[in-house]
């Protein structure tokens, strides 16, 4: 089984719609990200986590909101999706200075 | 504003030739940086980390290496194949943002058979 997985994979939403993404992860490690990635653009951070009461806010927060509900797990919502939200989407989690992915979510808001 | 910058974009080769991607950043305080392989679609495989310490790492077919004054790392892949072929990413730790990482744009590699 892969150590950390995402669901969905794939989702088309429509635009104000509510949409939780959940990550999970076996490696036991702390820290947990959430990244979004658009073509041309590279990975941009979302959220961090470092434990499960210590949640942070990276460069492009808003819009977004997230729950550490248990050191192997955190998730990602939209509150009121938009078309520009549209991107994929992935988790991350990290121990010393190493970061292991998830597969990706591919999100589209139409 | 730190940043990092993958140049070129894209890069296209014949199947063994050896070849060298570059990453550049901004602030040469850094604690690391990894090197990750994406396909298509799909997620993103760690290649290479190097610490702020060591000035080069192997795998295989692959060297990277790092010089924090000059703000550069380069990846170097010999004798490159078609499965090569994807989207080379690097990722930065700066100093001044511990355990938060900032990735460059990436180069986009196809290697022709």
């Known amino acids: 089984d892969a150590d950390v997985t995402q669901t969905p994979r794939n989702r088309i939403t429509k635009t104000g719609k509510r949409i939780m993404l959940e990550c999970s992860q076996t490696?036991?490690?702390?820290?947990m990200y959430w990244y979004r990635q658009d073509p041309g653009l590279g990975l941009r951070l979302i959220y961090y986590?470092?434990?499960?009461?210590?949640?942070n806010k990276g460069e492009i927060s808003d819009g977004y909101s997230v729950s550490r509900q248990a050191q192997a797990k955190f998730s990602l919502s939209l509150e009121s999706a938009i078309p520009n939200q549209t991107a994929l989407y992935f988790c991350a989690t990290a121990t010393g200075t190493e970061q292991y992915f998830g597969p990706g979510t591919r999100l589209t808001v139409t | 504003k730190q940043e990092v910058t993958q140049i070129p974009a894209a890069l296209s080769v014949p199947e063994g030739e050896n070849l060298v991607l570059n990453c550049s950043f901004t602030d040469s305080a850094i604690y690391n940086l990894q090197w990750f392989r994406q396909d298509p679609g799909k997620g993103l495989t760690s290649l290479l980390l190097?610490?702020?310490?060591?000035r080069e790492q192997t795998s295989g077919r692959l060297n990277a290496s790092l010089d924090k004054s000059s703000g550069r790392s380069t990846l170097y892949i010999a004798a490159s194949q078609p499965g090569d072929s994807a989207t080379y990413l690097c990722?930065?730790?700066?100093?001044?943002?511990?355990?938060?990482?900032?990735f460059g744009t990436g180069t986009r590699l196809k290697v022709l058979a």
């Open positions: 986590s470092f434990d499960v009461k210590d949640i």
């Open positions: 490696k036991g490690h702390d820290r």
């Open positions: 990722a930065v730790e700066f100093t001044s943002g511990t355990y938060k990482y900032i």
């Open positions: 190097i610490q702020s310490s060591q």
